[in-house]
């Protein structure tokens, strides 16, 4: 029986908009005694009932429109955000590879950012010492590791992370877009270490608009659109129906 290493059930996940925003002290006193100055707010539900389910060793796909919930769905399964409701078990290890330079400190070299990094989830120093050197050869910034990263582009920022992230050997891989920001010849490499990472038994979650690399390397693929996940199956079967328009409506 295929083990399921991720299931999400019935989750919601709601935030905030804040209008007539009261950010000084002397605007929230004022709006005590003018009603028109009271900060309102409304809420959005970024996930509405969202189900769905990873077996172990798989690559599934996560794709919709912009503002869809798809970032969000991977913060949650990630534990950055909690749920409004509904529930989320993850059944292993995660390296979430969602925000570029997330878990960095500007001031400190490429060399120092990845002991914070990879201390972060739970390396000794021993264990990043053995993972150290390939780290820096994946990344392909051996002549910046001492340069501190607030000079580093996006791309190398994008480097570092996941050259991390994936040298980690955690039993789930969340990507979300990331890989949008290299240069071809380092995005090739990333999906070749990818389907590495499958190969061992790994699980994948990958959230991207490049629709034909969703077709090509997941076996499975969720469509969200407005918080919703509106149709679930083979990877290449979800990404043609995306492409032809035929999306079924779902009515709240």
Same mark, same amino acid.
């Given at each position: 029986?295929?083990?399921?290493?991720?299931?999400?059930?019935? =989750?919601?996940?709601?935030?905030?908009?804040?209008?007539?925003?009261?950010?000084?002290?002397?605007?929230?006193?004022?709006?005590?005694?003018?009603?028109?100055?009271?900060?309102?707010?409304?809420?959005?539900?970024?996930?509405?009932?969202?189900?769905?389910?990873?077996?172990?060793?798989?690559?599934?796909?996560?794709?919709?429109?912009?503002?869809?919930?798809?970032?969000?769905?991977?913060?949650?399964?990630?534990?950055?955000?909690?749920?409004?409701?509904?529930?989320?078990?993850?059944?292993?290890?995660?390296?979430?590879?969602?925000?570029?330079?997330?878990?960095?400190?500007?001031?400190?070299?490429?060399?120092?950012?990845?002991?914070?990094?990879?201390?972060?989830?739970? =390396?000794?120093?021993?264990?990043?010492?053995?993972?150290?050197?390939?780290?820096?050869?994946?990344?392909?910034?051996?002549?910046?590791?001492?340069?501190?990263?607030?000079?580093?582009?996006?791309?190398?920022?994008?480097?570092?992370?996941?050259?991390?992230?994936?040298?980690?050997?955690?039993?789930?891989?969340?990507?979300?877009?990331?890989?949008?920001?290299?240069?071809?010849?380092?995005?090739?490499?990333?999906?070749?270490?990818?389907?590495?990472?499958?190969?061992?038994?790994?699980?994948?979650?990958?959230?991207?608009?490049?629709?034909?690399?969703?077709?090509?390397?997941?076996?499975?693929?969720?469509?969200?659109?407005?918080?919703?996940?509106?149709?679930?199956?083979?990877?290449?079967?979800?990404?043609?129906?995306?492409?032809?328009?035929?999306?079924?409506?779902?009515?709240?």
């Amino acid at each position: 029986m295929t083990k399921l290493i991720v299931e999400v059930q019935d =989750l919601w996940k709601s935030f905030y908009i804040r209008h007539n925003r009261n950010d000084s002290l002397k605007e929230r006193f004022i709006s005590l005694f003018d009603g028109r100055r009271r900060e309102r707010r409304e809420v959005f539900w970024a996930l509405k009932g969202v189900n769905l389910e990873v077996a172990q060793g798989e690559m599934v796909g996560i794709i919709g429109p912009n503002g869809s919930g798809k970032s969000t769905l991977l913060r949650v399964i990630a534990g950055i955000l909690r749920p409004t409701k509904g529930s989320v078990t993850v059944r292993g290890s995660v390296a979430p590879l969602i925000e570029i330079g997330v878990g960095f400190h500007p001031e400190l070299t490429g060399q120092e950012n990845i002991y914070l990094n990879a201390s972060l989830y739970g =390396l000794t120093r021993k264990e990043i010492d053995r993972i150290y050197d390939e780290v820096v050869e994946f990344s392909g910034l051996e002549d910046f590791i001492d340069v501190p990263v607030k000079n580093y582009s996006t791309g190398m920022y994008m480097r570092l992370g996941f050259a991390i992230a994936i040298q980690l050997d955690m039993d789930i891989l969340l990507v979300d877009e990331v890989l949008a920001v290299g240069d071809e010849a380092f995005q090739r490499k990333c999906l070749a270490k990818m389907q590495e990472f499958k190969e061992r038994g790994k699980t994948i979650l990958f959230v991207s608009h490049a629709l034909e690399l969703v077709s090509e390397l997941c076996d499975r693929a969720y469509l969200l659109v407005n918080g919703q996940v509106i149709l679930e199956g083979v990877a290449r079967e979800v990404v043609a129906c995306y492409h032809r328009g035929q999306i079924p409506i779902r009515h709240e």
